[in-house]
């Protein structure tokens, strides 16, 4: 299964984009599904993150700016992001747990969108 992230960009500071992420194949489990971010130099941190029952989690430093949302039927993720700053560049990742039959959940990656804010 292959997590394909879209929605990446160039934006100028206060600007907004949206990303969004869903698997590759359809018929799966899916956990909560979340994003993530890694700035050049800096280690990968969690941004946002939602269960299947909806309930969403932020960093502080997108709380207020960021939404997440999902949809379920489509085992579709998005983020919304609104106010961008140009500490939010940096590539983002979409990630995904996933029930394998033999293994359990396990994680899955997407393979990156890159945001840039700059003016």
């Known amino acids: 299964v292959q997590l394909v992230e879209s929605g990446g960009g160039l934006v100028l500071p206060g600007g907004s984009l949206r990303l969004s992420c869903a698997p590759s194949?359809?018929?799966?489990?899916?956990?909560?599904m979340g994003w993530y971010r890694q700035a050049s130099g800096k280690e990968r941190e969690l941004v946002a993150d939602?269960?299947?029952?909806?309930?969403?989690g932020y960093a502080d430093f997108v709380k207020g700016r960021f939404t997440i949302s999902r949809d379920n039927a489509k085992n579709t993720i998005y983020l919304r992001m609104d106010s961008l700053k140009p500490d939010d560049t940096g590539v983002y990742y979409c990630?995904?747990?996933?029930?394998?039959?033999?293994?359990?959940?396990?994680?899955?990656w997407g393979q990156g969108t890159q945001v840039t804010v700059s003016s």
């Open positions: 990630a995904a747990r996933i029930w394998e039959t033999l293994r359990g959940w396990k994680k899955y």
């Open positions: 194949m359809s018929g799966f489990s899916i956990g909560t």
């Open positions: 939602i269960t299947t029952d909806g309930s969403e």
